[in-house]
């Protein structure tokens, strides 16, 4: 019976712990830190017959990342899954598999349209002007941004 009360009141201490009201706050590291300020920005143009349109910004978060945002506006074909998307020097995407391109710098895949944010780990030279949609299972581009100062 002792041990049948002790079996008990384990169970009900940790019910009574494992309810309590969690306030840790996890921060996604994906996402901006505070405020994210758009420091260029650009509107998609269409390529290849594709339905892409929509904004994008590059700009900061309050802690200095650098972040790509296509806002809520952002759309492109998406029957592939996702599309590469590379920060470029012109609006004409230039690879060189063999050595790679300097003028070309690979941000990630973007797999749903509206909203994102995309984290950039490094330093974004100025010398990048465009953003450019590459579908790599059909090898064409989907559609660029040119990128102005805000």
């Not at 712990?17 to 300020?37: A, H, R, V, Y």
């Not at 790509?68 to 074909?77: G, P």
Request: charged content about 15%; some cysteine; hydrophobic content about 35%.
């Amino acid at each position: 019976m002792k041990n049948l009360t002790l079996i008990w009141f384990v169970m009900a201490v940790f019910t009574f712990i494992s309810c309590e009201d969690d306030t840790e706050k996890i921060i996604d590291s994906s996402l901006p830190n505070g405020t994210f300020t758009a420091q260029k920005g650009g509107t998609f143009v269409a390529q290849n017959g594709t339905p892409t349109a929509g904004t994008v910004d590059l700009g900061l978060d309050e802690a200095g990342s650098t972040f790509l945002k296509f806002n809520e506006d952002f759309m492109t074909e998406l029957g592939t899954g996702t599309v590469t998307v590379y920060l470029s020097t012109s609006d004409t995407f230039t690879p060189n598999p063999g050595e790679g391109n300097p003028d070309l710098k690979l941000i990630g895949a973007i797999g749903s349209n509206g909203e994102s944010y995309h984290k950039i780990m490094d330093t974004v030279e100025s010398k990048f002007t465009h953003v450019i949609l590459w579908c790599g299972s059909a090898s064409i581009p989907f559609g660029n941004a040119a990128l102005q100062s805000k």
